[in-house]
Structures are given as structure tokens and as C-alpha cells.
């Protein structure tokens, strides 16, 4: 018999959470023990971050990852966890105009820049954005997964970048895995995005 | 044929909502009072799990509860090597032991670490021919190896059979599994040449780039779940009785799949989505259970590993006149597959063997769950195989389109254990169109020439696979306001089929596409069963239940413009959404006039009366739910004859870098040869990331146990090395032979799955050029193997070794 | 004090198995012994006001070990400073290349021990280090006199014997789990065995650290340092002898 | 904490000290417990994993005296947070110390270039996937190497200088700043120190859980790359499996400083054949002083790999080494 679980793992455990600032109360599960017991100098957790061009108020806990924050705070959903790590792009979003990992940011690094996700590209009558339009007309997605993180770094590589030739629509959109294999039909959208963008 | 769809590009309903974000896969969904599980996996590759103390978890605030396997299976779990939902035997390390529902991931994951598991640990094996040896350790409790309807059972070999089989001879234990077609032994004896080799070919995983979440609720005894699937309907009544939930009950919600390639496609193989289910009713709050990556990686599925031993043979002129194959699958911790007997068909297809033997033997391992992936079997043997026909054609002084052409499969050919007749085959003129486009003739002098340490090779691939069903149903509705419902059951896994085939109904009825609605996405929509959606099938099988149900629309249309307008059916036609008169096509009326009447009419018109009887129940299910609410038109579709076959053809150009091992593709094309476009950018897509598969099967992608200790180290995108931008090629050359077929009613086959295993072979084939002919016989052929090979390195791997990236 | 004397952790699948000695303990003996030191030497002192006569070390000198014995003393003393200083050097983050040294030095130790081994139990007077009965109520009895070695000598003789065995023995089976030049690390000993002989070896190296620091302070007190200088050139004078021995038991060659 | 698959970020304190003193002052009070952030692209894999569990993390990206491109009068100072797309792309760098910026431009992908420092990439963590994986191995402070052994995989580790560990030096930006003899800037409370890159880096040899001389308190915040090898003839190469995201099988970085055909003086440094960026003197030795040629590069490929002793499955990186070398001496 091996016991794979003993009391080892507890005392692991309770010493994660209690160096975490967060041992365990009887009260309304984490939040109060965050609230109450934090440390002079940290974050603050309510804090206002602007998506889309909207200021938003928002409880973030310090080690809250951008994409949790929008999807689960925001129910900015567009923004898809593939991997969680940082190696498939699919959470990819801009940040001052700058396509990064969603999964891989605090929420709290970036609480001072501008946000832009998938759900905020579209024109105010509500016609797609020159990628979005291009991604369609292409027919660029398969399952469609790793789209909004392909249309995120289409549109910041378009920004930096608004005539690149394949090869370097190419480099600039090496960092999102499409497992469906439709690279050549992402890179056909961005190329006909900048046409018409 | 001049079609109003067929064979034209449309913006499928579904895509839009991909690219702003806003169409909704499981994960995204949300309910009130939502509590989130979590799983605690197995730590061990084989194991009994003897006691399960959560009493601390439990305690724990925010913790909701727990589900484990004896909540799931009160009556002891299932003896089969299929994947369990929750399980007390675990086979693998990663699979589900029992999930923890707490108010949010964090508190679940922390609440896990609470849970004390007191596991037996019992012997494990991660290649096959370590179990297959005398005294190797058995993957399940029972034996290596599942017979089917017998159980478990054991299979060994002497240590000097595995001994010879690694050293590239014919094993001569007696195999689990056979078929053979033709005087093999007169086969070889008429050949002039004869390659033989041992094999292998890796195993790796889906990794769908969707984890495989699933959130459930339970409504005035409705079980609601939220799930993945490349199935719709054909995934549903099996969930269902999984789950343990009437099919009536259950309502299966699933707009967007992100990707499947094999094992989404039926319910066996993602039994996880029943933990939520089963937690949502055993705690009554809605679950939401986010899988991670690694466990995508562990449950989600892989392809076999196949080590075999070839034998083929081939006359001066260069038509194969025998091939014996011998094959080992390796059929993981859970799971399994027919890997080995579809990359024998494969062949046969492929290359009209005249004689030909098939052998097999399946054994378990304690590594990832298997299954069913793109191409299984087949896209693996062709990577072996392709090398091998540039061999003899080298060997034969044949030009090595030629010796292609000369086996290809024609109309009239049959392949297979049975001797299947193809309902149609056009592969000469799929290789042609290849070689036309690819210009085969102009760059085929550039093979094996040198510039600095690169190398230029070439390579032709070809791919096949039975690529259609047939037996399913189909609905469709005219509503009185003039729209067209079609009931699809097809799933939404990124071909855009769902779609595709649905407009075999519009091109009946001669529609206009805006005034037809695609309805799908939950079965509470009332949709008709589809084939399960793997093998490449859906456009033949779903194709042909979209005619025959608007088939049946027409007919019943006519029928009552008929009995309203006078005359007989046949008298009329349609057009511009109007039934009219042939010889008069002002008498007639509009389809919303006609579905108008229809309602007035009732009885057979709008489904209740007059259906056919032998429906799938879960399409009788729909009918009877849908009838009175509108003309309908209802179908079962008959089976078909012949094997239809999908074939494809690529021929790459790489330059290979000797002294790095890398190479870049200089030029790739894809042809189809899949009956009738039906669609020509959902076909384009097909080949496009068949191809991106075939690079990753032949060259980069990996399934890694550590042998000391059975745990995963390819559990991420990183490790298990699946290709990014720019590990593929920045333009991939498409086209199609675009011959219809004779079985279905718009001519059309399937392509998934051949579209990449013609890639996996040319470039396998292409990097034995660039290297002089050499043949790895294995797949992948990595980098280090490259440079080793170059370097004249024989490293220490295990021959046939399954689980190491040397392969 | 941290984690107690054992330090746990994870083996490949997550079992709970011993990783080996914790090492905040290297600090509680430091401090024990060194606390144990100073109060004897204190203790001494007060003591040394009674004027203790100090025998002579001029006159007729015998020989108290043979110039071989000496030499293995000396190798085995250099091996084990050397031992310890070079395990001791990561734990306490001195940034060294330490395991090279480390290993040499424990086979220098491990076949200096054996030497050792063989050649008392067949060339040497065996007896004369055994403890006997009579031995323990020697420190008790001033009139009560040695052999050619003391209780005290004895007992620092076997403590130091059992516990270099340990480490020797563990530290030759981890040597076995490295790669050396004589062969490549197998990794073919269960990690909760290994984490076994990696305690063994930490609670004997602690021990050691102990011992060896009470053994150079012994040595270095003046009442006891021509005991030290016997071990440099091999002998005590005749006064010092029978200051201390009691010569029907221990009667010594005359040195050169 | 391999047992199952942990996803979340658990409860971990965030500071954003905004100045330098503060940063710095609170590395030194939190010590052990407190972790460095810098783009965090090699930490929330650590943190979700709860294979590491630091009781606050310190973000240091908000100090501007740590960010930026700035020409000094000797060379170029580059603070420690600044991304690595920065310095791709930055022109002063592409212009004088091109190794440099073709080094960063293949550094994982687009997303992790844009967020991730020079710093990070400079200090990032062995990639061994055991380690990775959590295991308690020597690395992570236990008793054994699940890597080095029999069956052990370990194609992606080390050929050189392997002490019980056998993890490699990811980082494409090392073996550049090596062979162009930066000098690392440390700080720490009690004040600066400069660390030659070379001497940056540490084998387990010595530090069996660290790859670099970092004490606890201490940041690198600048690195600083003299005038010496600016303009010289650069050569970067990194062979991967995959040609994004993936770490180098082996890469090369040199400077060659070339006059009339013959080589003056010389670095040559490759990565992921040891712990540390290994500094090819024997190389460097044989070439200086002689005419830069094909010829020259095959005569002493071999040398590179003088006292390799590779694992079961890393035998390739023996010859991928030498090639590289060769194709860097061959310009």
C-alpha cells in the first residue's frame, strides 16, 4: 500500500496558504482573508481598467491573469484559454497595441494600459473590422478556437506594420498555434485585410 | 452539372461569430449559482485505488463536494479498456479519479490537496514489446491485451521473437488478427523487387486546440449539458446513456467544437463530460468542469503507435505484386483503435497490391488514452511506405511519378480484405493534375542536387481513406413564412459540413440561400441523427440525407400543389421558391403558400402520419417533437454500395540543411481527389491543414512517457511539438480532380483525413531523397535523427522503441 | 527547529518518501557543541587554578605510533576536514565545486578505513583499543589508570568508528548514483531508499562534524596536546607515560 | 504536486514598487519569499503549477531606471526589463551589436518577445522537463536526476559540465551577451556590483538550484555591452525543433573581428550544450590570428567538442555543434 496523499501534502498545502496571506477563516471563503490581512505596500484589488475604450471597475485579486479577468469578470469570452501557458496563442489580445498573452499577464501589470480584445474591434454600427471582414471572406478559421487570438495579433501587426509582405505577415503571427492547420488561410485574411484595410 | 451551391463558396452561418468572438463553446457559458470542478488524476501508470479519505477537502470552506468512481458506477465500473468517467483503476497517469466542486477553480484545486488517496501501485509497461516479452508487465489489471466480446487476455512472445522482430525480421508469433488477399507467395516470387523492413511509426496527441470542458445543469429533470463533440446528434444517445440520463431528457447544447480529429466524434472516447452531469445532479448546482491542457493531453486521445514489419514486392514494371504487413499496435492505457488493419486497407487502396497479408497483434500500454486520429493507420503507413516506392522505382529505373501512376487506384478497382469495389476512383488523374501543378517534370532534375550543405529532395505523398456512410436520416422544414429549416445533426467541428451538406437541400429545392435556415447547435432544436463525424465521411453520408429529406419536401410540395392546382406531381417543377406547372409556370404556388397549406392539411405533410419506420430513434424523437409545426420533409437514407473512397496527392520540394537537419519546404501542393466540390474553401481548408498534420506527423510531433516511471513529459503544446507558422510553409498549392461520384446525389466524397497523409508521405519521402535514398523507416523523422544520419551516429535508442522521440 | 530531523519529499508519483537529514540541524550542533566546549574549557580552567602538575616532556621517549599509523591518522584526519568541508560548502551556499573533491576524498577516506581495518585486526595490538567493563569506571577512579589508551580515547576511538563506517558505507552507495569516471549514474535504487542512505549519511556526517570538532579540541587542550604531538612524531616522553598509563598495561618500545 | 494538474494562479501578494530604492528594498525584506517579475513569462508556469510557491511576487517592469536603450560612452547599457522586442528591433543594436538583436528575434514568439524582459530571459529557469514537471529532483533541491540515467530523456540536455544535473542554458540572449563580454549590472540594497556575463551564469557544480550567481535580494537590472566587438562580424544560429516557442537544440553565437581576411580576435559561444553559455576558448585559440575560410571552419569544427560526454540521447548535439561552429567560423 502506498498512501500517495499523507499528511505531507497538508502540511504543504497549509504552508502554501498561509505564506499566500490567505489562511483559511471561516468566512466567505478568500475574499475577507485578502481584504483583511494584506500587507502595506501591495496592490490594491479594486481597481479600474479600460477595455475596449471602457473603464471598467473591477475586483482583481494581485495574481489574477489578464484573461481570467476578462473572461470570467468581464465575460469577455472571446478571449479563449487553449493552454493557460503561454504556448498557443489563443488568448491573445493588445495591449497598448501590443498582441500578448492574455494567460501569461497580470491583470494588475497592465491596469494603467489600453485593452483591446476581440469583442471590441467592431465599428459602432457594428461592421467588422477590416481583419474580421478578411478572416471571413478567406474563410480563415477551421474550428474557429484560435481565432480571436489570430484576429488579436492580425490587427497588431497590421497596426505596426499595415503593407507587410507574406513573409513577414508570417513571422508577425508565429505566435498563435492553429491546431486545424489553416495558416494559409489566416495568412490569406491578414494579406487581404491590408488590401482593404 | 450546373449547380446553384454546389461547388460555390457561401459564408457558412457560424463564421462571423468565430472571428468577432461571439459563437460560444462550453467553457463560455455561465449559470446562475455555477460551482466549478475540478479533478484529481491518477499519479500512478497503474494502479488500484484502495482508499479515498476527503473528509479534510470536504471541510474545507467553499468546498461544495466530491464525485468519485463509486458514485458514478454504484455497480462497479465497466470491464473493458474504454476510458471510465471517474475511475478506481486507473491505467495511465492523469486519468480522472474523482472531481472536487468548489465556488471557484482556486479553492477546488487547493480543496485537492486535501484529499488523502491511498493507491496500490501495480506494474506498468510503456512500449508493447516490453509487455509482449515473456514475464513483461501487463498494462491492465487482467492482461495487455482486449479481445473484443472475450475481455481481457494475455499475449507473450519469446524474448528471441521480439529479439528477430527488432532486427528487422518477419515475427513469427501467431498474430490476434489477419486477412489476406491473393497468391501472396507467387507474389513475391514474380517480383524483382523486394524491400522488407521492421517499422515505426509514433504515437502522438490530438490536442485539440479546445480542452475538452463541460459545463451541466439539471432542469424539471433535465439533464442540460454544455460539451465538445465533432458529432452532434450521433455523439448524443450514447452521452446520454453514459450519463444514465433517458434520451428524451437529455438536451445536448454544442454551437462550436474547437477542433476535433478523432476523439471527439463519439461518446466513448470523452466520457469526462458525464462528470459534470453526474455532479450537477448529485450536488443540484450547475458544474462547470474546465479541462486543462495536460489533461487534454492525458484523456484527450492519440493516435497508436504502430511497430510493424514490411514486406513488399514489385515486378520490373513496377506494379506492387505483393505486399505482407505485420503490425504490433500499440493501444495505450485506455482506449485502443484499428490503426494497423486501416493502414492495410490503406495500402491496398493506395497501391492495388495484387496479393496482400495482413497481420496484427494489440497490446495496452500505460501511456495516453487511445483512439481514432485524422488518417488513423493509413497517414502513418504512407509516411513508411512512400520512401519505399522512390526505392523501387530507383531500384526498377522507373520514374517515380510513373511508378505511382501505374498502381493507382481506377474506376472499376476494388481494395481491401473483402475486395471492395470503389463507387468511384480517379487517381491517375490526381497524380496528373499534381504533377501538372506542382511542374514534377520541370523540378524533378533538381532531386538530390547540392548547394553548400543544403540538399534539394522531392517527394510524392498519396492518401486515402473510406470516406463515406450512409444509413442516417434527414429533416427538413418550410415554415408557412417561405424559410427552408434544415435539421442538421452534423456537428460543428471546423469543417464547416454542418453547413456544406445542409445545402444539398437548398440546391433541391432550388432556394435561395438567404431564405434558408441551418437549425443546430442543441438537440432541443430537434435535429436528425448524423453519422458519427470521423472518417472523413460527413460530406458523402450527410449530403445524402439533405437531398433525400428536401427530396421528400419536393415530392410533398408537388403533391399538394397537385391536389390544390390540379394535375398530377409530375406535372410540376420549381424555381424561384415557387411550385409550378410545367406547361404553365403561372399556375403554380409560392413554397410559403404551399407550407401554408401543408399545415391546414396535417397528417403526412407535417410529420404525423406517413413517417418513415425506420428512422433512428433519435430522428423519431425530433419528428414526433416537430410534427404539426410544419411541412416537412423526412428521410432515411438506405445504404449504399461500394467504398467511397478520398484520395489526395502532394508533391513537396525541400531544400534539408545536412549539417542541421532542418529544412525549409520550397513548394507544396495538395491536390483532391474527392468526388464533386461541394465547397470549395471548406475543401481548400481541408488541405491546407491536412498538410500542416502530415508535416507534424512526419517530422515533429511526439507522445513522451519517461520509461523509469510512466509519467507524461509532451503534456503541453511545447513538448508535444505541434507546428506553428512557421515550421510550415508560408503558401500551400490546393486544387481538386472535382469528378463526381456515382453514390451520392451531388457527386461528393470525402477529404479530411487523406489530405494528410499524402503530405506525411511526399515529405517523408522527400527527406529520403534529400539524404540519398536513405530510409529512416520511421515516423517522425526528427532533426537529431537528420543530423545523426548525416553524421553517421547510430545512437542508443531501442529499435522499434514506441516511446522516445528517436521513435 | 525547521523540519525536524528528517526532510521529506515528493518520490516521482508524488509519494511521500525521505529526501535526508535536515540540515538546520548542521546549526544545532555547531552550537551544541561548541556551547558543550566552551564549558569545559571553562570548567577546566576554574580547575587549573588547583595546579595541576603537567609531567615533563624531556627525557627517555617511547614510542607511542608506528610512523604508518600516524600517516593513516593524518589521511584519514585530512579526508574528513576535507569531507566536510566540501559537503558542508553547498548546504551553507559557498558557490564551490565541491563534488569532485568530495568524492575523492571519501575513497581516499573509504580505503584509508579499510587499511585501517585490516591492519588492526592482525598487526596491531587489537586489545589495546578494546572497551572493556573495567574501562568505565576509569574516568570516576583517579587511581585508576589506562593502557596504552584512555576511556575517553576509546570512546572517540569507536564513536568515530561507527560513524565513519556509516558515512563510508552511505556515502559509497551514493557515490554509485553519480556519474564518475569508472561508470555512469544508474538511477537503479528506489528514491525511498535513497533518501534513506541520504539521511544515514546526514545524521552520521552531523555526528561526525560533532565528533571531529570535540576530537581537535581535545587535541588542542594543553593537558592532552603531547597526546597530539605523539601523533606528529610518534612519541611521549616517560613521564608523561606514567603520568597517565599505567605501565603493567601498556609497556611502550623505546622511540628512535 | 505532480499528482494532478493544477491551472489556476493561487493566492500570491503583488507589489509595484515604481523607484528603484523600493524594489530593491523590498528583494531585500522579502528574500526567499518574494519573486521577481519581470515580463512573468517564465513564472505563471511555475505559480499555476504550484511548483513554486513564493509568498509575493515584485514587479519590477514599473521601474523606469531599469527600462530602455541608452548609448553610453563606452558601448550600450540596456535595462534589465526592457522587452525583447525592444532590443530586436531597437536600431542602435541592430546597427552595432547585430548579434544581439538577431539572438532576441528568436527568442520563443511575437506574444512572449513583446512581454518578456532581457532580464527574464537572461535568468530564466532550467526547461529540463522533469524540473519542470515539479519532480523533486537535484535541482529543485532533492537527491537524484530523473534525466541522467539509462532511459532517462534527455535529448534536449547537456553535453558539458553536467554535475548530477544535466539541465541546459535556454536562453538565446546569453550566449550573445557572453561572446559580445557584457557586464552584468547586480544591485541590491547594500549597492552594485558588475558581474562579466560569463561569470553570470552558474553550473551545478557549484549551485546545484541556481542558474546564476544571483544572491537572494540582489537584481540584475542592466546589462552593458562595451564598444569592443560593436560593428564586429556577427553570426547567430539556433536550431530548434519547431522554429517558434521551442528552445534551441544548440545555439551559436560569435564575433569575429576580420581584418584584411584574417581574424583578429575572436568569441565564439554556444547555448544548450551545458548549464551556462559555453565559451569555446580551444576554438576561439585555434582561429585566431588565422585567415577566415571555409577550409579553417572543417579543420577545427572538432575542437568545439573536445570533452563532450553525451547522454543516451543527445549524441546528435555533438555534431549539430561542431556544424554550427563550422558555419560560424565560415561566416
Not at chain 1, 149 to 166: E, K
Not at chain 2, 386 to 401: F, H, Q, S, T, V
Not at chain 2, 669 to 698: D, R
Amino acid at each position: 500500500m502506498y498512501p500517495v496523499n499523507p499528511k505531507l501534502t497538508r502540511r504543504r498545502f497549509i504552508k502554501g496558504v498561509i505564506a499566500s496571506g490567505a489562511a483559511a477563516t471561516s468566512t466567505s471563503i478568500w475574499y475577507a482573508a485578502n481584504g483583511a490581512e494584506r500587507p502595506p505596500g501591495a496592490v490594491e484589488r479594486l481597481i479600474r481598467i479600460n477595455v475596449n475604450g471602457q473603464v471598467r471597475s473591477v475586483d482583481v485579486p494581485p495574481q489574477e491573469t489578464l484573461a481570467s479577468t476578462l473572461r470570467y469578470k468581464l465575460g469577455l469570452t472571446g478571449t479563449k484559454l487553449g493552454c493557460n501557458r503561454g504556448e498557443c496563442g489563443a488568448c491573445t489580445v493588445l495591449v497598448d497595441d501590443i498582441p500578448s498573452y492574455g494567460c501569461s499577464i497580470l491583470t494588475h501589470s497592465v491596469k494603467a494600459m489600453r485593452i483591446e480584445t476581440v469583442e471590441g474591434l467592431e465599428s459602432a454600427n457594428g461592421d467588422l473590422h477590416p481583419v474580421q471582414q478578411a478572416f471571413v471572406e478567406e474563410l480563415s478559421p477551421q474550428c474557429g478556437y484560435c481565432t480571436p487570438g489570430q484576429v488579436m495579433a492580425a490587427v497588431g501587426l497590421l497596426r505596426a506594420n499595415p503593407n507587410p509582405t507574406r513573409e513577414e505577415a508570417r513571422q508577425g503571427m508565429a505566435g498563435n498555434i492553429c491546431r486545424c492547420g489553416s495558416y494559409d488561410s489566416y495568412l490569406n485574411g491578414v494579406m487581404r485585410a491590408a488590401e482593404i484595410g | 452539372m450546373a449547380y446553384m451551391h454546389i461547388g460555390k463558396d457561401f459564408v457558412p452561418p457560424d463564421a462571423p461569430g468565430k472571428v468577432t468572438g461571439r459563437i460560444k463553446y462550453s467553457e463560455d457559458y455561465t449559470r446562475e449559482g455555477m460551482v466549478y470542478a475540478r479533478l484529481l488524476t491518477s499519479p500512478v501508470p497503474h494502479g488500484r485505488v484502495v482508499n479515498i479519505d476527503a473528509s479534510a477537502a470536504l471541510a474545507m470552506d467553499g468546498v461544495v463536494g466530491i464525485l468519485t468512481a463509486d458514485d458514478v458506477y454504484p455497480d462497479g465500473e465497466p470491464q473493458s479498456t474504454g476510458l471510465k468517467i471517474l475511475t478506481n483503476e486507473p491505467t495511465l497517469v492523469g486519468e480522472p479519479i474523482l472531481a472536487v466542486a468548489a465556488v471557484d477553480e482556486k479553492t477546488a484545486e487547493s480543496a485537492m490537496a486535501l484529499i488523502s488517496l491511498t493507491i496500490e501501485r501495480l506494474p506498468f509497461v510503456l512500449d508493447p514489446l516490453d509487455s509482449l516479452r515473456e514475464g513483461g508487465a501487463d498494462a491492465y489489471t487482467g492482461g495487455n491485451t482486449f479481445v473484443f466480446r472475450q475481455g481481457f487476455a494475455q499475449e507473450k512472445w519469446t524474448s528471441d521473437q521480439i529479439t528477430s522482430f527488432q532486427n528487422g525480421r518477419e515475427p513469427s508469433a501467431e498474430p490476434q488478427q489477419s486477412w489476406e488477399y491473393g497468391d501472396l507467395e507467387a507474389g513475391f516470387a514474380s517480383s524483382d523487387f523486394v524491400y522488407e523492413t521492421s517499422f515505426s511509426t509514433a504515437g502522438y496527441p490530438h490536442m485539440s486546440m479546445e480542452p475538452r470542458s463541460a459545463m451541466a445543469y439539471w432542469e424539471n429533470g433535465k439533464c442540460y449539458l454544455h460539451g465538445t463533440s465533432q458529432s452532434l446528434t450521433a455523439l448524443a444517445e450514447p452521452m446520454a446513456n453514459i450519463i444514465g440520463v433517458p434520451l428524451e431528457d437529455f438536451v445536448f447544447i454544442n454551437e462550436a467544437t474547437g477542433g476535433g480529429f478523432g476523439q471527439r466524434s463519439r461518446a466513448g472516447s470523452i466520457p469526462s463530460m458525464a462528470i459534470p452531469a453526474r455532479f450537477s445532479q448529485k450536488i443540484n448546482r450547475p458544474v462547470m468542469m474546465r479541462v486543462t491542457r495536460e489533461e487534454e493531453f492525458t484523456i484527450g486521445g492519440a493516435r497508436q503507435g504502430l511497430q510493424g514489419w514490411i514486406k513488399v514486392g514489385f515486378r520490373s514494371d513496377g506494379s506492387m505484386a505483393a505486399m505482407d504487413m505485420y503490425c504490433v499496435s500499440d493501444s495505450g492505457g485506455k482506449g485502443g483503435g484499428g490503426d494497423a488493419n486501416s493502414a492495410a486497407a490503406g495500402v491496398s487502396a493506395l497501391y492495388q497490391s495484387e496479393a496482400m497479408r495482413f497481420r496484427n497483434t494489440s497490446i495496452g500500454t500505460n501511456t495516453g488514452h487511445r483512439g481514432a486520429q485524422r488518417g488513423p493507420g493509413e497517414n502513418q503507413i504512407m509516411a513508411i511506405v512512400a520512401p519505399i516506392m522512390d526505392k523501387a522505382a530507383e531500384a526498377l529505373g522507373l520514374d517515380r511519378l510513373a511508378i505511382r501512376k501505374m498502381n493507382a487506384a481506377q474506376n472499376g478497382d476494388v481494395s481491401g480484405s473483402r475486395s471492395t469495389p470503389f463507387t468511384s476512383a480517379y487517381m491517375p488523374e490526381a497524380l496528373e493534375m499534381a504533377a501538372e501543378q506542382f511542374d514534377w517534370e520541370g523540378r524533378k532534375s533538381r532531386s538530390r542536387q547540392a548547394n553548400g550543405s543544403k540538399v534539394t529532395g522531392l517527394g510524392i505523398g498519396q492518401g486515402y481513406h473510406n470516406a463515406g456512410r450512409s444509413g442516417m436520416d434527414g429533416i427538413v422544414r418550410m415554415l408557412p413564412n417561405g424559410r427552408l429549416q434544415m435539421h442538421t445533426g452534423v456537428g460543428n467541428l471546423g469543417t464547416y459540413s454542418y453547413a456544406s451538406t445542409s445545402r444539398a437541400a437548398a440546391e433541391v429545392l432550388k432556394m435561395s440561400w438567404d431564405d434558408c435556415d441551418i437549425i443546430t447547435g442543441r438537440t432541443d432544436r430537434h435535429l436528425a441523427i448524423s453519422s458519427p463525424q470521423d472518417g472523413s465521411n460527413s460530406i458523402f453520408t450527410n449530403t445524402r440525407t439533405a437531398y433525400g429529406a428536401a427530396q421528400d419536401m419536393l415530392a410533398k410540395m408537388k403533391e399538394i400543389a397537385a391536389m390544390d392546382l390540379g394535375g398530377a406531381a409530375a406535372d410540376y417543377d420549381i424555381d424561384g421558391s415557387r411550385v409550378y406547372q410545367i406547361t404553365d409556370n403561372t399556375v403554380g404556388m409560392t413554397y410559403a403558400t404551399v407550407a401554408q397549406r401543408a399545415l391546414e392539411l396535417g397528417g403526412k405533410f407535417t410529420g404525423e402520419a406517413e413517417v418513415p419506420e425506420d428512422l433512428n430513434s433519435l430522428t423519431a424523437l425530433s419528428v414526433s417533437r416537430l410534427a404539426g409545426s410544419a411541412l416537412m420533409g423526412i428521410y432515411h437514407d438506405p445504404r449504399h454500395a461500394g467504398n467511397p473512397p478520398g484520395f489526395a496527392v502532394a508533391m513537396i520540394e525541400i531544400e534539408l540543411d545536412t549539417e542541421t537537419g532542418k529544412f525549409d519546404i520550397i513548394e507544396l501542393v495538395n491536390i483532391a481527389e474527392c468526388g464533386t466540390v461541394v465547397h470549395p474553401q471548406g475543401l481548400k481548408n481541408q488541405l491546407v491543414g491536412g498538410a500542416v498534420w502530415g508535416i507534424g506527423l512526419s517530422v515533429l510531433e511526439r507522445h513522451l512517457y519517461d520509461p523509469q516511471n510512466g509519467i507524461p513529459a509532451s503534456t503541453g503544446f511545447w513538448q508535444s511539438k505541434i507546428p506553428t507558422y512557421l515550421d510550415t510553409p508560408a503558401n500551400i498549392g490546393t486544387g481538386w480532380v472535382d469528378l463526381p461520384d456515382p453514390e451520392n446525389p451531388v457527386g461528393a466524397r470525402g477529404i479530411g483525413e487523406p489530405s494528410m497523409g499524402s503530405v506525411s508521405a511526399a515529405l517523408n519521402a522527400a527527406i529520403s531523397d534529400a539524404l540519398d535514398g536513405h530510409l529512416f523507416d520511421a515516423a517522425p523523422v526528427t532533426t537529431d535523427m537528420i543530423i545523426n544520419h548525416v553524421a553517421g551516429i547510430s545512437e542508443e535508442a531501442i529499435p522499434l522503441a514506441q516511446n522516445n522521440f528517436r521513435g | 527547529m525547521g523540519e525536524g530531523i528528517v526532510r521529506y519529499k515528493y518520490d516521482v508519483w508524488g509519494d511521500e518518501v525521505i529526501l535526508g537529514v535536515s540540515w538546520d540541524l548542521l546549526w544545532v550542533v555547531a552550537v551544541a557543541v561548541l556551547i558543550l566546549l566552551a564549558a569545559h574549557a571553562i570548567i577546566m580552567a576554574v580547575l587549573a587554578n588547583k595546579k595541576m602538575d603537567k609531567p615533563s616532556s624531556e627525557g627517555r621517549r617511547v614510542l607511542r605510533h608506528e610512523t604508518i599509523d600516524r600517516l593513516f591518522h593524518w589521511i584519514m584526519a585530512g579526508s574528513i576536514l576535507l569531507l566536510i568541508l566540501t559537503g558542508v560548502a553547498p548546504i551553507i551556499g559557498l558557490r564551490i565545486d565541491w563534488l569532485g573533491l568530495h568524492w575523492i576524498a571519501g575513497l581516499v577516506l573509504s580505503f584509508v578505513v579499510i587499511f585501517h581495518i585490516i591492519r588492526s585486526l592482525f598487526w596491531q595490538d587489537f586489545k589495546s583499543i578494546i572497551l572493556a567493563p573495567r574501562d568505565f569506571g576509569e574516568p570516576f577512579d583517579s587511581a585508576k589508570k589506562p593502557g596504552k589508551y584512555s576511556f575517553e580515547q576509546k570512546g572517540m576511538h569507536w564513536a568515530v568508528t561507527v560513524v565513519v563506517l556509516a558515512v563510508v558505507v552511505t556515502g559509497l552507495l551514493m557515490f554509485l548514483q553519480i556519474d564518475t569516471p569508472f561508470w555512469d549514474r544508474t538511477n537503479s535504487m528506489p528514491e525511498s531508499q535513497l533518501g534513506l542512505v541520504f539521511l544515514l549519511h546526514g545524521l552520521s556526517t552531523l555526528a561526525l562534524v560533532a565528533l571531529a570538532a570535540t576530537h581537535i579540541y581535545f587535541a588542542l587542550r594543553p593537558e592532552k596536546f603531547f597526546y597530539t604531538r605523539s601523533m606528529i612524531s610518534g612519541w611521549i616522553s616517560e613521564d608523561e607515560m606514567t603520568a597517565n598509563h599505567d605501565t603493567s598495561r601498556w609497556s611502550p618500545e623505546e622511540a628512535d | 504536486m505532480v499528482a494532478t494538474s493544477h491551472d489556476v494562479m493561487p493566492d500570491i501578494e503583488l507589489y509595484q514598487p515604481t523607484d528603484e530604492a523600493s524594489a530593491l528594498a523590498l528583494a531585500n525584506t522579502l528574500g526567499s519569499d518574494g519573486w521577481l517579475l519581470g515580463g512573468g513569462q517564465d513564472t505563471y508556469g511555475w505559480l499555476k503549477d504550484r511548483n513554486k510557491t513564493p509568498a509575493a511576487m515584485i514587479e519590477l517592469t514599473q521601474v523606469d531606471a531599469w527600462k530602455g536603450i541608452r548609448e553610453t560612452a563606452d558601448g550600450v547599457e540596456i535595462g534589465a526589463v526592457t522587452t525583447i522586442t525592444e532590443i530586436a528591433t531597437n536600431p542602435l543594436i541592430q546597427s552595432k551589436y547585430a548579434l544581439l538583436s538577431t539572438a532576441a528575434g528568436r527568442v520563443a514568439s511575437p506574444q512572449i518577445r513583446n512581454v518578456g524582459t532581457l532580464g527574464g530571459n537572461l535568468v530564466q529557469d532550467a526547461r529540463c522537463w522533469y524540473y519542470r514537471r515539479g519532480l523533486d529532483c537535484y535541482r529543485a533541491g532533492g537527491n537524484i536526476c530523473y534525466a541522467d540515467s539509462p532511459e532517462g530523456l534527455n535529448r534536449e540536455h547537456a553535453l558539458f559540465g553536467s554535475s548530477r544535473c544535466v539541465a541546459v542554458s535556454p536562453s538565446d540572449t546569453a550566449p550573445a551577451l557572453v561572446a559580445l563580454d557584457a557586464t552584468m549590472v547586480v544591485s541590491s540594497v547594500g549597492g552594485q556590483r558588475l558581474i562579466a556575463a560569463q561569470d553570470f551564469f552558474v553550473g551545478p557544480a557549484r549551485d546545484i538550484t541556481h542558474m546564476t550567481v544571483l544572491n537572494e535580494g540582489e537584481i540584475l537590472t542592466a546589462v552593458r555591452i562595451p564598444n569592443t566587438w560593436a560593428n564586429a562580424e556577427f553570426y547567430f544560429e539556433k536550431v530548434a525543433d519547431r522554429n517558434v516557442w521551442d528552445f534551441a537544440l544548440v545555439n551559436v553565437a560569435a564575433a569575429f573581428k576580420v581584418s584584411g581576411g584574417t581574424i583578429e580576435d575572436v568569441r565564439i559561444v554556444c547555448g544548450a550544450v551545458e548549464c551556462v553559455p559555453r565559451r569555446l576558448d580551444a576554438v576561439e585559440d585555434a582561429i585566431r590570428g588565422q585567415q577566415r575560410s571555409e577550409q579553417l571552419a572543417e579543420e577545427v569544427a572538432s575542437i568545439a567538442s573536445e570533452g563532450a560526454r553525451p547522454l543516451n540521447y543527445n549524441h546528435f548535439k555533438v555534431p549539430l555543434m561542431e556544424n554550427l561552429v563550422k558555419r560560424a567560423i565560415r561566416g
